[in-house]
């Protein structure tokens, strides 16, 4: 079946420290993966995606390569700031998947001055 | 409001009350989903919607009822509830084919069953 893994939480960093959060998936086919993020008290927002193998999605800092050697999918920041605190969320949506996603459990980020 | 709304914002119930989530969009998105959101679990879809009039289960849809008789609304409803169904419940819509694939989601109803 279709299933998501991300590195357990919480990640702590310094302001300014580089971030991996790991994601790595099992799906048939070729999937669409996704990187959501969740402001406390917020719902989730779309923060990059990919669609297929060896594209890399970026947005606001952040990036990501679809690696299907690998499986992976791991999102990476080179400077964190303080307002990058959030839990982020790997999802993937199956080939033919009629827009469902699938997620990771999730992974919190808190950065510190 | 524009955008995807949830109400109540948060609920305490009982244990076998009927409880109705509410969710709208103002998009006039094709599909819509219900999720719920624990620790240790991310987001679970519970149902999901690809139109007016035509729903299906998603991966946890026990002891949960929709109905869609309006593309812009979505409501959830917990026929008895039950300490289990407390949770974090979001609604989310989106568009097929506009090239995103993206789906917007709501803030979210903190649901607690006592």
């Known amino acids: 079946g279709n299933s998501v893994t991300q590195m357990e939480g919480p990640v702590t960093l310094s302001e300014e420290a580089f971030l991996t959060i790991n994601c790595t998936y099992t799906?048939?086919?070729?999937?669409?993966l996704f990187w959501y993020v969740q402001y406390p008290g917020e719902g989730l927002q779309l923060l990059l995606k990919?669609?297929?193998?060896?594209d890399k999605g970026s947005n606001k800092g952040f990036e990501a390569t679809y690696r299907k050697e690998t499986t992976s999918f791991h999102l990476e920041k080179g400077s964190v700031q303080v307002s990058d605190s959030a839990v982020y969320f790997c999802?993937?949506?199956?080939?033919?998947?009629?827009?469902?996603?699938?997620f990771g459990a999730g992974t919190r980020l808190a950065v510190h001055p | 409001d524009a955008g995807i709304t949830q109400s109540p914002r948060y609920k305490i119930t009982e244990t076998g009350r009927q409880v109705t989530l509410m969710c709208h969009q103002t998009?006039?998105?094709?599909?819509m989903f219900w999720y719920r959101q624990d620790l240790g679990h991310g987001l679970r879809l519970i149902y999901y919607?690809?139109?007016?009039?035509?729903?299906d289960k998603g991966e946890v849809p026990d002891g949960y009822v929709v109905s869609r008789s309006k593309t812009e609304n979505f409501p959830l409803t917990l026929e008895s509830a039950t300490r289990s169904q407390t949770s974090v419940y979001f609604c989310?819509?989106?568009?097929?084919?506009?090239?995103?694939?993206?789906?917007?989601f709501g803030p979210g109803t903190r649901l607690t069953v006592l």
């Open positions: 989310a819509s989106s568009e097929p084919g506009q090239g995103v694939d993206e789906q917007f």
């Open positions: 799906a048939t086919g070729y999937p669409s």
């Open positions: 990919a669609t297929k193998a060896d």
């Open positions: 999802a993937l949506r199956p080939w033919g998947g009629y827009n469902k996603l699938i």
């Open positions: 998009w006039s998105h094709s599909y």
């Open positions: 919607s690809a139109a007016a009039d035509i729903t």
